[in-house]
């Protein structure tokens, strides 16, 4: 069973950098046929995806053009675990944050683990 | 970028009845068309892909249907356990886009 751990701070200042962490159990990141991502969900309760990186012989990323300029998403496979670094965060920012594996069959871009989701919160 | 509905917003249902939850995108999704569940204070739990598709472990009574940009996800006789937000997602083109969610009360 695949199990996703997520740690970091609730709360960020404006104009900060959010970094969120997850940790992978029952699979490897760099497995080659998953992809891991990130997805908030706003207070209002929209889910927007933010991106994904995957392991195809070499390390790929995906992002939302919508954060595209300020985010990056990369991995550790020591730690068997990727992270998430949005920068120039805004109260915009604000949601909830999960972690999620794409479904290691090509093409099918649907997430069946995800974490518990931390809650995030941009403010002074 | 695919823009996502659902309708209704709300469904009001009693346990034992059916409930119909509808999905309409922007743009033809050749099926790449799937369905969360979401509980409160829980990460959505994948249902359907590929339309119509069970994911592992869901219950027969849930079921997709559609084509184009027309998807239903039927629950055949809701139980205590469905009252939930439920959401679509297209994964025809990037980015990757989300409704704004049904719920089921």
């Known amino acids: 069973q695949v199990q996703l751990q997520q740690s970091g701070p609730g709360l960020v200042k404006p104009s900060q950098t959010l970094s969120l962490t997850c940790a992978i159990s029952g699979d490897s990141v760099s497995s080659s046929g998953a992809a891991w991502a990130w997805i908030r969900q706003s207070p209002s309760g929209g889910l927007e995806w933010l991106g994904r990186t995957y392991f195809r012989s070499k390390w790929y990323n995906d992002y939302a053009v919508s954060v595209e300029s300020r985010i990056i998403i990369s991995a550790d496979t020591s730690k068997n675990q990727f992270s998430l670094k949005l920068n120039s965060v805004t109260p915009e920012d604000t949601a909830v944050y999960f972690c999620?594996?794409?479904?290691?069959?090509?093409?099918?871009?649907?997430?069946?683990?995800w974490g518990r989701g931390t809650p995030v919160t941009v403010s002074s | 970028e695919i823009v996502m509905t659902q309708s209704p917003a709300t469904l009001s249902v009693s346990p034992g009845e059916r409930a119909i939850l509808s999905c309409r995108a922007s743009q033809s999704l050749s099926g790449s068309l799937g369905w969360y569940q979401q509980k409160s204070g829980q990460a959505p739990r994948l249902l359907i892909y590929d339309t119509s598709t069970r994911a592992t472990g869901v219950p027969a009574r849930f079921s997709g249907s559609g084509s184009g940009t027309e998807f239903t996800l039927t629950i055949s006789s809701l139980q205590s356990d469905d009252f939930a937000v439920y959401y679509c997602q297209q994964y025809n083109n990037w980015p990757l886009t989300f409704g704004p969610g049904t719920t089921v009360d």
């Open positions: 999620a594996r794409e479904v290691p069959t090509a093409g099918l871009r649907v997430y069946d683990f």
